[in-house]
């Protein structure tokens, strides 16, 4: 049973409205080539994962493997083409992904509980486990801004893991979580993955990819360079990033 | 049973929304709220020295006037205009998370709704200082006048910050509108002042209505449910529109923010 299908997918972004004066009559030229100002973010992308399947998307810096996420999360539409996905999705596309600065960390517990549409009683009951995880102890309390680039991985992961999805969408957020919390998500990955969860995982490091992964997909420029194995997909994208 | 649970998730979801814009409004201000409430008592005083002692207005209980027309229109000032900017300033949320999005403008219109709760005992102490009647048609009139302009803020607030993420004009268009409606409307004078040769046009303004009931209730302790019905029908049908707009729009939100 196929838990994720994309196919023919496309994205093209809007042309934006001309937003200022300035703008209007100053026409900046914008017609000159660079594969960062292509004319189509995404194009025709095709591949399905089954129920247990997780996938490494590599690509270098602007090949579309954040547009591709923010499509697969439903924060973006495509210009066209298909997806299927088959059971719950959680997102964490950046570090902060929806945590409010300002706030603290116990506070966004149940502001990004609400906003994902957990009841209250749930928020509640996951409580205990989501500041345990992040091991922020009494800093929990402390507004989000005095957090370390790692902390704030430490408690968005801990929140967001207790959505308990059958697939995430992770943008490669945990190259700043030190050796111990990253030790502790990969056991907690490779749980999920026992338990037939999947991961759509963005990143560069590959031994990571390898370690969660049994399907890759390289992007180039917007378009599907490969998607099949794990170990084919690594052997490809060194082939090309040389 | 799905339809309650969707229903109770939302408010919910409105609960935190609303709770999260208190800590982020006074933020390292020290007396934060008490703001609320001081910031159209000060109005008050200004306009009451201005109006009556300079100019010499000649007008029965002008404080009252005053003060029951500037608190529900720094509760309608203040939801508009953070409520126009209010999907732009969540674009770190909805750029991350797809959800229901129509809660945020409207979280934006409970904030200003607790301030304005806190200024009910002000007025209420008010008319006993000056040794008017307190009426008990309050203890129905409020709800009901509570709930008749949250009714009506939704469809403002929904429609300005939708179109808000594409033309970021609106929210100085926005602030251009209330400064006119300020003078346009019943706050600072009584409406049986307004010539009577202009009154069809001043009607138009659905505000009016609003601090006319507003005012009467508080001074007379009369509820004009004509007024109440005039604007539930107007609003309930431009609320449902409103949101189909911002619904059809939200999908397009985060390219944008």
Redesign the interface.
């Given at each position: 049973m196929d838990i994720l299908k994309v196919k023919k997918l496309h994205k093209k972004?809007?042309k934006?409205?001309v937003?200022g004066l300035k703008e209007f009559f100053i026409n900046i030229n914008k017609n000159q080539y660079s594969k960062f100002n292509r004319k189509s973010a995404l194009s025709d992308l095709n591949f399905n994962l089954k129920k247990g399947d997780s996938m490494a998307i590599f690509g270098h810096n602007g090949s579309g493997k954040s547009t591709l996420l923010?499509i697969l999360?439903?924060?973006?539409?495509p210009s066209s083409g298909e997806i299927f996905i088959n059971g719950n999705t959680s997102?964490m596309?950046?570090l902060?992904?929806?945590i409010?600065l300002?706030?603290s960390g116990y506070?966004n517990i149940?502001?990004y509980g609400?906003?994902?549409?957990k009841?209250?009683s749930h928020i509640k009951r996951d409580l205990d486990e989501i500041i345990q995880f992040s091991e922020l102890g009494s800093a929990i309390h402390n507004q989000v801004k005095t957090y370390s680039s790692g902390m704030l991985a430490r408690l968005a992961f801990s929140i967001i893991k207790t959505t308990e999805p059958d697939i995430f969408f992770i943008d490669e957020v945990f190259s700043v979580g030190d050796i111990n919390f990253r030790k502790k998500c990969n056991d907690y990955f490779q749980a999920f993955r026992k338990n037939y969860g999947s991961i759509v995982f963005v990143t560069h490091n590959l031994d990571e990819a390898k370690m969660f992964c049994n399907k890759s997909l390289i992007l180039n420029e917007g378009k599907q360079v490969f998607f099949g194995q794990i170990d084919e997909g690594i052997k490809k994208y060194k082939k090309i990033m040389s | 049973m799905n339809k309650i649970n969707r229903i109770k998730i939302d408010l919910q979801l409105l609960y935190f929304l609303t709770l999260k814009e208190f800590k982020l409004r006074y933020k390292n201000s020290f007396i934060g709220y008490i703001w609320a409430v001081l910031n159209p008592l000060a109005f008050a005083s200004v306009y009451f020295f201005a109006f009556k002692l300079v100019m010499k207005f000649d007008i029965e209980n002008y404080s009252m006037i005053l003060l029951t027309g500037l608190f529900p229109w720094v509760w309608i000032n203040t939801s508009l205009s953070k409520g126009a900017l209010s999907f732009v300033a969540n674009s770190g949320i909805i750029k991350k998370i797809s959800f229901n999005y129509n809660m945020i403008p409207i979280s934006m219109i409970m904030h200003d709704f607790v301030h304005f709760l806190f200024s009910i005992p002000i007025l209420i102490i008010y008319i006993l200082v000056t040794g008017m009647d307190l009426h008990f048609s309050y203890l129905i009139g409020i709800p009901i006048l509570l709930i008749t302009q949250i009714i009506m803020l939704i469809p403002f607030v929904t429609i300005l910050s939708t179109f808000n993420v594409f033309i970021r004009d609106v929210e100085y268009l926005t602030s251009v509108a209330l400064s006119l409606l300020f003078f346009l409307t019943p706050i600072v004078y009584p409406i049986d002042i307004v010539p009577e040769k202009f009154l069809h046009i001043y009607m138009l303004n659905p505000f009016v209505y609003l601090i006319e009931l507003w005012r009467e209730l508080f001074l007379n302790g009369k509820i004009i449910f004509k007024n109440v019905f005039i604007i539930l029908s107007v609003f309930v049908p431009f609320s449902i529109i409103c949101r189909k707009i911002a619904k059809s729009q939200y999908k397009r939100f985060s390219e944008y923010l």
């Open positions: 972004f809007e934006r409205l937003l923010s999360s439903n924060t973006i539409v997102s596309l950046d902060s992904s929806g409010e300002d706030l506070e149940f502001l609400s906003i994902v549409g009841p209250y | -």
